[in-house]
């Protein structure tokens, strides 16, 4: 049954403690937001392919109709928010480290929030397939809420009884976020629920859902309606607050001793890993039928007037949700997507909420002070103390820096999970986590590159052999012919003569037919 | 002494022998070097480089017939690689070769009058089209080669640069002297 005691099992390597500021945004409940004038939803929300626009500019849909539909396995489709008019389809900011545009389906709503049909609810989860349920998760559109946005069904997926703990990951452990704990306080029944519809798709024996111990409502919440629904084999576990608990590696290691390996995923050692906030929206989509089409975001910092959480519809433009949460105050300078650790900054707040955003940070200059300029690296170690994920920062940065990606890949850079511990530790104040995102985007663009490259190659030698074949062909008919001629000059040369001799008589005979016609024509006409 | 000497032309005559079957016994088909050199070309199959094809390039650089700064579309980068591969210092880029941003080409289609010149121009059968029929190009299958453009009687194939976007976006080189995440507090 539940239990509240402190159950760490494991430690993970490093970590650091920071000031939590999540007392400022949860003071209040979390409250609804009235619907903007317009929503903007971009067709990639999640890791994988972009989702595929099933609408057209003009077109009236109604809310939680679907507007995009998943392209590929690794894939979600995209839901209306509320009812309204597609206004476009086209290029528009959207959340991403890079600043850049893509592409957005936009609409303009028109305030009467109108339901579309919806799948019918599955109540009796337990008695349906676990494909049904699977695909309902998949068609809700439902990606990993902490962040990640992996498509969830794929982790659902059968895989032979071989998963026996599922996770929840309600660590919440950058400063300032305070979503999860919010959702926990006040929704840990629908939370539950959905941990039964998990438990029962992936058959797994047991259930930790590990937070962390600054969030002591959170975890009574949790206790009590895991307690009320009495769910067995399940534990509230709190670990320690400590940076980065939650993540996935991490929490893992903490709650079950076990390492994921290296490149593996918590699959490969009978570990599902799932975000509450996830968890609830797996519960809207089997228990009523909802596709994900709002989520809770963290409006906070001391640039914004009234911290709190909101539900936001899934499109809200961050300007919005920062003037429903009292507008900015004069110590705004700058809007950060994400907790002050792994988040980004972003040019404008004319940016939408996405399935993946958690928190939007009015930072001022106390909250994020500006980076002190970087010295060099005098090799105190302190980096490689506090990595989480046990590498050696400072060996990932001299290789990055030096773009030797090869090597930086030998100290395991794709291990990196980007928590920032070794840049915020370092004396030197190097940024070491923006070298190691510059190295992996390297990287993957020059795998990209070599795909491309190996694919021309075969095109191109396929084209050279067919061109070759081709000639080869026509040689060979060529031959034929010859040898045909050849074989017809068997005679020899005076019968070859003969032949042309008697081709010249036909032809003067021929001609001189003609003149004699000709010449008549021309005397009947005189 | 004699035994030593025997058995050291003994020794010699069987590491001989062993080592003329491993070289039958495990023959490698085609020219090694030249197979790596291509590998690291872009496959581009521009001719830029004066050759037709980046495997006769890649033949002419393991010949020894041509220097590694010949490929505009690999650029720097790849005359660092195939230094690296050969073991010798990189060069400056061959001069009056540019390098160039990457791009695709696209038929106008309302102006092809269905030659099928391009058709036989593109080294990797990009161009999908008949006789008197508009063509067009898999942008997908398109390496930007810009083979097909001379040929084209009316001049309807445009290069299109790939733009930037969240997919293919990468993280700037750091630049810790200002901040490059930094917001100004009047865009606010
Ligand atoms: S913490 Fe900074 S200065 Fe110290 S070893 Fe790591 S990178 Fe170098
Ligand atoms: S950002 Fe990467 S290298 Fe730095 S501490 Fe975190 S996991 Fe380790
Ligand atoms: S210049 Fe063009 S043909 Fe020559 S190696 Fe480079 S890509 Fe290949
Ligand atoms: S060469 Fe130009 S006109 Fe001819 S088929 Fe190609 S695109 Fe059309």
Redesign the interface.
């Known amino acids: 049954m539940s239990a509240t005691a402190p159950l760490t099992l494991g430690h993970f390597h490093g970590g650091i403690h920071m000031p939590d500021h999540k007392a400022e945004s949860t003071t209040q409940p979390v409250a609804a937001v009235k619907i903007p004038p317009q929503l903007i939803l971009p067709l ?1 929300q999640h890791i994988g392919a972009p989702a595929k626009a099933v609408v057209s500019a003009g077109e009236h849909v109604l809310k939680g109709q679907l507007i995009a539909a998943a392209s590929g396995r690794v894939s979600a489709p995209i839901h209306a928010p509320t009812s309204g008019v597609i206004s476009a389809i086209e290029d528009h900011l ?1 959340p ?3 600043g ?3 592409r957005c389906i936009i609409i303009d709503t028109d305030g009467r929030d109108e339901w579309a049909e919806l799948p019918p609810p599955i109540d009796d989860f337990t008695s349906a397939d676990n494909a049904v349920l699977i695909e309902r998760i998949r068609e809700s559109g439902i990606v990993g809420l902490g962040g990640a946005t992996f498509p969830s069904s794929i982790k659902m997926e059968a895989r032979n009884n071989s998963i026996d703990t599922l996770i929840i990951n309600a660590a919440e452990c950058e400063p300032y976020i305070t979503c999860d704990d919010m959702l926990m306080r006040e929704q840990a029944d629908q939370i539950v629920s959905g941990i039964r519809i998990i438990q029962h798709i992936l058959g797994a024996k047991r259930c930790l859902i590990g937070i962390e111990d600054n969030k002591p409502e959170a975890i009574k919440s949790m206790s009590a309606a895991v307690a009320a629904a009495s769910l067995q084999h399940t534990d509230v576990v709190t670990v320690p607050t400590l940076y980065p608990s939650g993540g996935e590696r991490q929490l893992t290691l903490l709650l079950t001793g076990k390492e994921v390996p290296s490149h593996g995923i918590p699959a490969n050692i009978g570990i599902v890993c799932q975000n509450v906030g996830t968890v609830y929206a797996i519960a809207d989509a089997v228990l009523k039928g909802r596709p994900l089409i709002s989520r809770i975001v963290t409006i906070t910092g001391e ?1 914004v007037a009234q911290p709190q959480n909101v539900y936001s519809l899934i499109g809200t433009s961050a300007g919005e949700l920062v003037s429903q949460a009292g507008g ?1 105050t004069g110590k ?4 950060i997507c994400g907790g002050p650790m792994m988040g ?6 004319e940016v939408p909420v996405t399935k993946g955003v958690n928190c939007l940070l ?1 930072a001022s200059e106390q909250d994020c002070p ?2 002190e ?2 010295t060099a690296c005098i090799r105190c170690g302190k980096c490689a103390e506090a990595c989480p994920a046990q590498l050696l920062p400072q060996q990932l940065y001299w290789h990055s820096r030096s773009r030797n990606f090869d090597k930086a890949q030998d100290y395991h850079l794709f291990d990196c999970i980007e928590c920032g511990c070794c840049s915020h530790v370092c004396p030197s ?3 070491l986590v ?2 190691y ?2 190295a ?3 990287i993957w ?1 020059k795998e ?2 070599k795909i ?6 075969q ?6 052999a067919r061109l070759e074949r081709i000639a080869a062909e026509r040689k060979a008919r060529m031959r034929k012919k010859k040898a045909v001629l050849k074989s017809k000059k068997g005679g020899g040369d005076s019968a070859k003569k003969a032949v042309i001799a008697a081709a010249v008589k036909r032809a003067a005979a021929k001609k001189s037919a003609a003149m004699a016609a000709t010449d008549s024509n021309q005397s009947a006409t005189e | 002494m004699i035994i030593a000497i025997v058995t050291i032309a003994a020794l010699a005559t069987l590491f001989g022998l062993l080592l003329g079957y491993a070289a039958m016994r495990f023959h490698v088909e085609g020219d090694p070097i030249a197979d790596q050199i291509d590998k690291l070309l872009p496959q581009t199959q521009c001719g830029q480089c004066g050759h037709p094809g980046c495997r006769p390039y890649a033949n002419a650089i393991a010949n020894g017939e041509d220097d590694i700064n010949r490929c505009a579309p690999g650029g720097e980068a790849t005359i660092i690689a195939l230094a690296d591969l050969l073991g010798r210092d990189p060069v400056p880029m061959d001069e009056g070769i540019d390098e160039k941003a990457p791009s695709v080409a696209l038929i106008i289609e309302k102006e092809c009058i269905g030659c099928t010149l391009c058709i036989q121009a593109c080294p990797v059968d990009a161009i999908l089209g008949a006789a008197k029929q508009m063509h067009t190009v898999i942008e997908r299958e398109c390496t930007g080669c810009e083979l097909c453009l001379p040929p084209c009687p009316v001049e309807c194939i445009v290069m299109i640069p790939i733009e930037e976007g969240i997919g293919n976006w990468i993280w700037p080189y750091p630049d810790n002297d200002h901040r490059d995440l930094s917001l100004s507090r009047e865009a606010l």
Do not use: C, W
């Open positions: 990639q959207v991403h480290s890079s850049l545009s893509a640039g900015y705004a300078n700058q809007l980004y900054s972003m040019p404008t707040d009015v500006p980076p300029p970087a104040h190097i940024q923006h070298y995102r510059f992996k985007t390297q663009s990209k590159e491309k490259a190996d694919h021309a190659r095109r191109h030698e396929a084209r050279v």
